[in-house]
C-alpha cells in the first residue's frame, strides 16, 4: 500500500473537513470493530443514524485507537500536533511513532479523540439502515440489515 504523505493528509482532511460541514455531519461511531487482518477500522457518519450515514471514514494500518465506543461529536478532523504527540506518548507507549497521528476533536466539549494509522480515505454515499428498492449510484443496504425479497420486486 502506498502512504499518503504528511502534506497530502493534511490536503485531504481538509476537503474531508469541508464536505462534512457542509453535510452538517459531526456524529460518528465505530462501524465494527477492527479487523485484525486488515487492521482497518471505519467510522460512519451522519447528521441522522436513525435511517441511515452518508460518510466512510477509513483508516488503515491501525495501531492505535483512542475513542469512544459509541457515538461521539467530531466537530473537527486534523493532524494531532507535535505537542500532543509528546504528551501522548504516556499514553501510546510509542505507537504514536508508527503512523500519523489524527486527531478527532469535539471543540465544544474540549474532547480529543486519537487514531494511530498509516492512511485516511473517505467515501461519501448513501447507506440505509432499512431494506428499499431502486437503490441509486452511490447508494447501499447497510450489511447488518434483513433483506426483504418483497421490497426487490
Known sequence: MVHDSFHEQNQKLEQLQQELK???IEHFYIT???QH???QLV???SFDFSYY???EITFSEVEFILCPATIFIVERFRLATEEEIVQLNSMMYGFERN???FCLENEFEEQRF???AKQMTYQFGMVYYYDRPNLQPGERIAEFVTKSENVHE
Open 99 to 101: 503512523g500519523t497521528v
Open 37 to 39: 487482518q486488515s487492521q
Open 22 to 24: 457542509e453535510g452538517n
Open 114 to 116: 486519537y487514531i494511530v
Open 53 to 55: 450515514h452518508n460518510v
Open 43 to 45: 467510522l460512519a457518519g
Open 32 to 34: 465494527e470493530p477492527i
